[in-house]
């Protein structure tokens, strides 16, 4: 199950750390047997571009695509729930799975970050693993066909989780397709879209479950932005 893994990695914020490790994460993705031959060809543009190219402008692309963009959002629960309460239940109903299954949340990613889910699938039975990411099928069949709309050389890696998923285009992929896509040049555009999102979550951030005060507050507290370098944004 080291696949999950390797396409986790694939999925993260571009680092000297990972290129240097894309030897390896090749050698998983053709070893482990998950993956068909057509489906490696389809991952090796990306992985050449993420051993050889200039590490700023990875990032810059990234930050683009995934973190500017609400509607390419790896952050799964962004594209049912967006910044409601609703959105902190699921959180807890997540955690208390990876607890179950024997995996700690370390970082300072959400519990609905798809890499961390993926982390977490790799410790799972294959049949755990299906199951578990065919309940997100919708959301990676909608991520796979926005990133392919967009050319992006990272549609493959969610073509390659949709297959693994065993899903197809369903009423509630379409429904999420019908939305408009995010143009994450748009800043104005994009800015008001994230204030008309907020929420207050409470009214009393020490009531309740510690579980769901943890995972709120992490929600509460903005992330440190990833910025490419100087000049490149």
Known sequence: MKTYRALSALLTYP????????????????????LAANQLATLQPLLNELAAGDIYDLQERYVLQFDRART???????????????????????????????????????????????EFLSTQTPEQARAI??????????????????????????????TLAQVHTTPEAEALLSEKDDDPEDLEALDAVWEEAMVTFGPDPNAGCPISRDILAKMDMPAAPRTAAPGQM
């Not at 309460?85 to 955690?95: K, P, Q, T």
């Open 15 to 34: 680092t000297p750390d990972l290129q240097a490790a894309i030897p390896e994460i090749w050698q998983v993705l053709s070893g482990d047997g998950l």
């Open 72 to 118: 390419l959002s790896l952050n799964l629960f962004e594209h049912i729930h967006g910044e409601s309460r609703d959105r902190g239940g699921a959180m807890v109903d997540l955690l208390e799975t990876y607890r179950a299954g024997g995996f700690d949340l370390v970082g300072p990613e959400l519990p609905d970050h798809l890499p961390v889910l993926l």
């Open 133 to 162: 990411l065919a309940d997100a099928g919708h959301i990676l069949v909608a991520l796979a066909e926005r990133l392919a709309r967009r050319d992006s050389a990272y549609a493959p890696v969610l073509a390659a989780l949709v």
